[in-house]
């Protein structure tokens, strides 16, 4: 059984385009977070939910817009896209968001955007 | 904010071997944790290794250790009798959840050669 579970795994568009990419979580965590890995491999937060209500709002262009139709799901709408959104998108789930609770983050498989 | 560095871009290590990879952060807070995670070719992030900032023993996970040196904000990870499996990029991040606020940063990453 997937734990954390992304589709699609790859998904090449055109610039100018809007796309989503769909998260679920089979884990009963409650606490959900979408990561950005770019060419560089530098990986960097960029929203997360907990109990659907958005926790971490990184600076990210307002092209992104993650949706929450439940605590199982958490999925990630780009408006408009550019080439600089090409990169490895990875969702992530925990139950809660403290650490210091035993927070772990469980991390999906990550889904490939390439841009054209 | 807080930053985490991790500066070895690129390691090897023959097989039954031992490796360490370093990391560094910056942050004057007093509570907050820390991870390795490793990411092997399938782009999967796997948590390898967790450590509270509270606690002065150090973590171990079978074959991987920390070397948590707080007063330094050092983190380096220890991986013994190298396996081919191994390979792979690790990331350091550093976690902390403060009152209204939760803040998460990832290294660069170090790409890890095992070699046969």
Known sequence: ?116 | AQTVTQSQPEMSVQEAETVTLSCTYDTSENNYYLFWYKQPPSRQMILVIRQEAYKQQNATENRFSVNFQKAAKSFSLKISDSQLGDTAMYFCAFIRRGAGSYQLTFGKGTKLSVIP
């Not at chain 1, 884990?27 to 950005?36: N, S």
């Not at chain 1, 907990?50 to 990210?60: A, F, G």
């Open chain 1, 1 to 116: 059984d997937t734990a954390v579970s992304q589709t699609p795994k790859y998904l090449v568009t055109q610039m100018g385009n809007d796309k989503s990419i769909k998260c679920e979580q089979n884990l009963g965590h409650d606490t959900m977070y979408w990561y950005k890995q770019d060419s560089k491999k530098f990986l960097k937060i960029m929203f997360s939910y907990n109990n659907k209500e958005l926790i971490i709002n990184e600076t990210v262009p307002n092209r992104f817009s993650p949706k929450s139709p439940d605590k199982a799901h958490l999925n990630l709408h780009i408006n408009s896209l550019e080439l600089g959104d090409s990169a490895v998108y990875f969702c992530a789930s925990s139950q809660g968001w403290d650490p210091g609770q035993g927070a772990q983050q469980y991390f999906g498989p990550g889904t490939r955007l390439t841009v054209t």
